[in-house]
T-cell receptor, first 113, second 112 residues
Framework: QQQVKQSPQSLIVQKGGISIINCAYE??????FPWYQQFPGKGPALLIA?????SEKKEGRFTISFNKSAKQFSLHIMDSQPGDSATYFC????????????FGTGTRLQVTL | DTAVSQTPKYLVTQMGNDKSIKCEQN?????MYWYKQDSKKFLKIMFS???????INETVPNRFSPKSPDKAHLNLHINSLELGDSAVYFC???????????FGNGTRLTVT
């Protein structure tokens, strides 16, 4: 059972464009939604995260939009740059020591010149 | 300074062998994890430890045995390696179970 569904699987965006990656979750107990960025040969690194008490969070060129009623959240990368080319993972977790961070299937983003 | 370090970076071995992967974190975190990333890049938790105590043990074959000698170290021992064990194994740590994860750079295990 895939608790966090992510799309698209891959994405090609021109430099300066907007990259949009979407995720949907099933478990209404989830209350923490991070996005991780992974470069080849490296481990995932936290990019930005949101909790369901807000509908949007922005950090620089990266924005998370959150729709609690639809159980969806998305990552927007404004003014995409070649250095943003990486694999992006959404994830979700509920509070609690024994709860696990469940990852989406990943989106491979390529930003072309 | 590397925050979460894993050794070795690459591991190539034959089926049936036993191997270990070591992980150390210098962040002072209380919680450590092992994740498996398969060839399709899917990330799945295997184990988590909080202050040396096993907290999460996913449906992982008992050929995989984690050991945490202290809260800064979490090692993974794998017995009787199988072809399907080939993957990248990531160690991670967090301040507590509700804090962001910091990942190491992974150990690429290839079983031939």
């Amino acid at each position: 059972q895939q608790q966090v569904k992510q799309s698209p699987q891959s994405l090609i965006v021109q430099k300066g464009g907007i990259s949009i990656i979407n995720c949907a979750y099933e478990n209404t107990a989830f209350d923490y939604f991070p996005w991780y960025q992974q470069f080849p040969g490296k481990g995932p690194a936290l990019l930005i995260a949101i909790r369901p008490d807000v509908s949007e969070k922005k950090e620089g060129r990266f924005t998370i939009s959150f729709n609690k009623s639809a159980k969806q959240f998305s990552l927007h990368i404004m003014d995409s740059q070649p250095g943003d080319s990486a694999t992006y993972f959404c994830a979700a977790k509920r509070s609690g020591t024994a709860s696990k961070l469940t990852f989406g299937t990943g989106t491979r983003l390529q930003v072309t010149l | 300074d590397t925050a979460v370090s894993q050794t070795p970076k690459y591991l190539v071995t034959q089926m049936g062998n036993d191997k270990s992967i070591k992980c150390e974190q210098n962040l002072g975190h209380d919680t450590m994890y092992w994740y498996k990333q398969d060839s399709k890049k899917f990330l799945k938790i295997m184990f988590s430890y909080n202050n040396k105590e096993l907290i999460i043990n996913e449906t992982v074959p008992n050929r995989f045995s984690p050991k945490s000698p202290d809260k800064a170290h979490l090692n993974l021992h794998i017995n009787s390696l199988e072809l399907g064990d080939s993957a990248v194994y990531f160690c991670a740590s967090s301040q507590d179970a509700n804090s962001p994860l910091h990942f190491g750079n992974g150990t690429r295990l290839t079983v031939t």
